[in-house]
């Protein structure tokens, strides 16, 4: 037969254990473990998390090298697209400018008599100027009736006026005007 077990304590109690302090001391060593282990824990999770904040880390910067590299690549189509949307929006500023001169032609048109002619139109912004030859008194005085009578023309300014001098037949004359929008 076996011999009954017996408690051997390896440790031997003290009176001091017994004591206020004594139980402070055991308690806080008993807790001081639990604090310790936990700390572990949390630092071996911490070490942990760095492999994944390493790796999103990581993929960031390759996310935005992608983008770096796609940005630079479409940095020359950008700058054409831009050169042709500044080229398209100045024809079209041409295009109304020339719709806008056609009519302004076709009013003149219509406003001059058939016995004047231009040597030299000009029309430059809101103002226009015209060196022409009338072959009457008549045509010129109906010219500039027609002129001052239109809503598109005032400030009528005539420079010069001369009759039959050199090559031209008729009055010769200039005449400067505010275009009216």
Do not use: C, H
Request: aromatic share 10%; no cysteine.
């Amino acid at each position: 037969m076996a011999a009954p077990k017996s408690n051997i304590e390896f440790l031997p109690q003290e009176d001091w254990e017994k004591t206020s302090f004594g139980r402070f001391l055991k308690w806080l060593l008993t807790i001081g473990r639990y604090i310790v282990i936990f700390t572990e824990l949390i630092v071996i999770l911490a070490f942990l998390s760095r492999f994944k904040l390493d790796r999103d880390l990581t993929d960031l910067y390759e996310e935005i090298e992608a983008k770096q590299a796609i940005i630079q690549t479409s940095v020359d189509f950008e700058s054409d697209f831009r050169f042709l949307q500044k080229q398209l929006s100045t024809i079209q500023g041409l295009r109304k400018d020339q719709l806008q001169t056609k009519q302004l032609m076709e009013e003149i048109a219509a406003l001059t008599p058939i016995d004047v002619y231009f040597s030299d139109l000009s029309i430059t912004g809101d103002k226009a100027s015209f060196t022409a030859n009338a072959l009457s008194e008549a045509g010129l005085a109906t010219f500039i009736n027609n002129l001052k009578k239109s809503s598109r023309f005032s400030n009528l300014k005539i420079g010069s006026l001369a009759i039959g001098t050199g090559e031209g037949i008729g009055i010769t004359f200039t005449l400067e005007s505010q275009i009216n929008k």
